[in-house]
């Protein structure tokens, strides 16, 4: 199975700042990668797939990057509402499909 | 309005079994792959099993093969999720997933139910 890790696994910001979260993949996935949104009771939202695209309705704060093995996703300007836990999703293997570990966003 | 509705969660004794389902509602239900996904208390998230629109194709887990079975029904727009042998590690929020239906699109999901809560305890 391919093995997703993430980090930081927690980290603390402010509003306004920028926030950059990794996710490395334990193999070359291309950009066979999603990102998702998390708050506490909710489900998933998702954010961004294939590494780079915008999902529709997603602020343009959000963005993502990178391809192969390593991956960012990236909050240019921190807002209230950003503070939750981030996933990123791999689908290159579809079975299994595997998750990151999470990262929580938390308020500095 | 778009969405995911599951049910049929609750408390179960281990080694039980259980039944979840998924209505979706305000989309064309039989062209999307479906999926679910569970979250233990705490925890991150973990794929479970998908199915593509027809029911031809059906993948899972390697935690799950032989004790969840996965099906649909496209003329009730449902989803399910036959779950035996529980266990107490089974404890988690299970979400309905829906796949988009974009051409090329990989297995992400776009549409996530509120999710069930599976309890599994003695």
């Known amino acids: 199975a391919i093995q997703l890790t993430q980090s930081p696994s927690s980290l603390s910001a402010s509003v306004g700042d920028r926030v950059t979260i990794t996710c490395r993949a334990s193999q070359d996935i291309s950009i066979a990668l999603a990102w998702y949104q998390q708050k506490p009771g909710k489900p998933p939202k998702l954010l961004i797939f294939d590494a780079t695209s915008l999902e529709s309705g997603v602020p343009s704060r959000f963005s993502g990057g990178g391809s192969g093995t390593d991956f960012t996703l990236t909050i240019s300007s921190l807002q209230p509402e950003d503070f939750a836990t981030y996933y990123c999703?791999?689908?290159?293997?579809?079975?299994?499909?595997?998750f990151g570990g999470g990262t929580k966003v938390e308020i500095k | 309005e778009v969405q995911l509705v599951e049910s049929g969660g609750g408390l179960v004794k281990p080694g039980g079994s259980l039944r979840l389902s998924c209505a979706g509602s305000g989309f064309n239900f039989n062209i999307y792959t479906m999926s679910w996904v569970r979250q233990a208390p705490g925890k991150g998230l973990e794929w479970v099993s998908s199915?593509?629109?027809?029911?031809?194709?059906?993948a899972y887990g390697e935690s799950f093969k032989g004790r969840f079975t996965i099906s649909r029904d496209n003329a009730r727009n449902s989803l399910y999720l036959q779950m035996n042998s529980l266990r107490a590690d089974d404890t988690a929020v299970y979400y309905c997933?829906?796949?988009?239906?974009?051409?090329?699109?990989?297995?992400?999901?776009?549409?996530w139910g509120q999710g069930t809560l599976v309890t599994v305890s003695a």
């Open positions: 997933a829906r796949v988009p239906d974009t051409p090329h699109a990989g297995l992400y999901f776009d549409l």
């Open positions: 999703q791999q689908f290159h293997s579809y079975v299994p499909l595997t």
């Open positions: 199915i593509i629109k027809s029911g031809t194709y059906i």
